[in-house]
């Protein structure tokens, strides 16, 4: 079977986000001044083959902690459908 994953990589809390500020003050400068906190982050999709939902959680989990996300500064979240 196939399955599509959606995975959202964002830096932790606790770091400091140079683009999220940056985009923060530009809300204000555009009449958006009610807009705040903004962080950024990435978005990836990425299908995989695998006889299972279960099976495709692990490879989904391996590809964010060995290639997708950096686990000392980000952090990710994901779903998983079958496409």
Do not use: W
Not at 9 to 25: E, I, N
Not at 37 to 59: N, Q, W, Y
Request: charged fraction near 30%; aromatic fraction near 4%.
């Amino acid at each position: 079977m196939k399955f599509r994953a959606e995975i959202d990589v964002m830096p932790l809390d606790a770091l400091l986000d140079p683009q999220g500020k940056a985009v923060t003050g530009s809300m204000k400068t555009v009449g958006l001044e009610m807009i705040d906190g903004v962080r950024i982050g990435k978005h990836i999709r990425l299908f995989v083959e695998a006889d299972s939902k279960d099976a495709a959680s692990e490879k989904v989990e391996e590809a964010c902690v060995k290639l997708l996300s950096n686990q000392i500064m980000e952090s990710y979240t994901y779903s998983l459908e079958e496409a």
